[in-house]
């Protein structure tokens, strides 16, 4: 079946801007990550969401990283004024339910200039 | 809070050779231990995961892992590796049931392998 799909496969902004990051889930999972991957802090975990309850943010390195999942299923991950540090692979990942293995999708890379 | 040290940042092995990657993690109970692969340009494929029972787990493409709870590790061997294997490699640990950060995983650095023929 279809996988972990996520849009833009590249994104490349310039400081300042905002920029908007979409997961597609594994169908039918209900628990949704989002992670973050750089050369200087490896894979770190961001914010995950769980059915309906509140979203875990505690990785979230800032206050312009948001994210919101609409209908329990699409997620899409928000930096506003970006920063050239924020330049990394933004992988999204799914479960059945928390707590269960996560499927990566490919991720998205982005380049603030 | 939990963590996950993999000792080796690069291992190299010929083809047809043995392989194992350490991993050691720190976590208060029963932990949730996965390993994962990853290509160039790629997301993170899943190997193989721990969550309780039989101690030694078999994964895709060959792999296998023990968990050993009195060394805090899960390493991750292979018998015998292809060309194809190589790849940076990680372990990743996750909160059991109730546990707190439940859901969410801590990466290892990852092991980057390289094979020669």
């Known amino acids: 079946g279809a996988g972990v799909s996520q849009s833009p496969s590249n994104k490349v902004t310039e400081k300042g801007k905002d920029v908007e990051l979409r997961c597609d889930p594994i169908s039918g999972h209900t628990a949704l990550y989002w992670y973050r991957q750089s050369l200087g802090q490896g894979l770190e975990f961001l914010i995950y969401f769980q059915g309906n309850s509140a979203p875990d943010k505690s990785g979230l390195p800032s206050d312009r990283f948001s994210a919101e999942r609409t209908g329990g299923s699409v997620s899409t991950l928000t930096i506003q004024r970006t920063q050239q540090e924020d330049s990394a692979v933004y992988l999204c990942a799914s479960s059945f339910l928390a707590g269960f293995e996560q499927y990566f999708g490919p991720g998205t890379r982005l380049t603030v200039t | ?117």
């Open chain 2, 1 to 117: 809070a939990q963590s996950v040290t993999q000792p080796d940042i690069h291992i190299t092995v010929s083809e047809g050779a043995s392989l194992e990657l350490r991993c050691n993690y720190s976590y208060g109970a029963t932990p949730y231990l996965f390993w994962y692969v990853q290509s160039p340009g790629q997301g993170l494929q899943l190997l193989l995961k721990y969550f309780s029972g039989d101690t030694l787990v078999q994964g895709i493409k060959g792999f296998e892992a023990e968990f050993k709870r009195s060394q805090s590790s899960f390493n991750l061997r292979k018998p015998s590796v292809h060309w194809s294997d190589a790849a940076e490699y990680f372990c990743a640990v996750g909160a059991g049931a109730g546990g707190t950060s439940y859901g969410k995983l801590t990466f290892g650095q990852g092991t980057i392998l390289t094979v020669h023929p």
